[in-house]
């Protein structure tokens, strides 16, 4: 299982749900809670959040330029070729 996001093969296809724009990719949300990330501050209305406990999931922080503000984005990892 490999994320096409952190892998450069797609886009992050995060839509802002306040405002509907194009989100930007931040990186994986591990690289942000590192011991020397900075904070960053979150909010948590995505629908999609429900699961971002899934470990299918990479979860990424996304960024609206329009409102400034950060989310988690749960990105579907996708299957190994055999
Ligand atoms: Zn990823
Ligand atoms: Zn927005």
Same mark, same amino acid.
């Given at each position: 299982?490999?994320?096409?996001?952190?892998?450069?093969?797609?886009?992050?296809?995060? +839509?802002?749900?306040?405002?509907?724009? +194009?989100? $930007?990719?931040?990186?994986?949300?591990?690289?942000?809670?590192?011991?020397? +990330?900075?904070?960053?501050?979150? $909010?948590?209305?995505?629908?999609?959040?429900?699961?971002? +406990?899934?470990?299918?999931?990479?979860?990424?922080?996304?960024?609206?330029?329009?409102?400034?503000?950060?989310? $988690?984005?749960?990105?579907?990892?996708?299957?190994?070729?055999?």
């Amino acid at each position: 299982m490999f994320c096409p996001v952190c892998n450069g093969l797609q886009p992050i296809n995060a +839509a802002c749900a306040n405002c509907d724009l +194009a989100m $930007e990719d931040w990186g994986r949300m591990t690289d942000w809670i590192g011991p020397y +990330a900075p904070y960053v501050p979150l $909010e948590t209305d995505m629908t999609s959040l429900d699961q971002s +406990a899934d470990d299918k999931n990479c979860l990424h922080i996304v960024y609206c330029p329009s409102c400034q503000r950060t989310v $988690e984005a749960a990105v579907a990892e996708w299957g190994s070729p055999h």
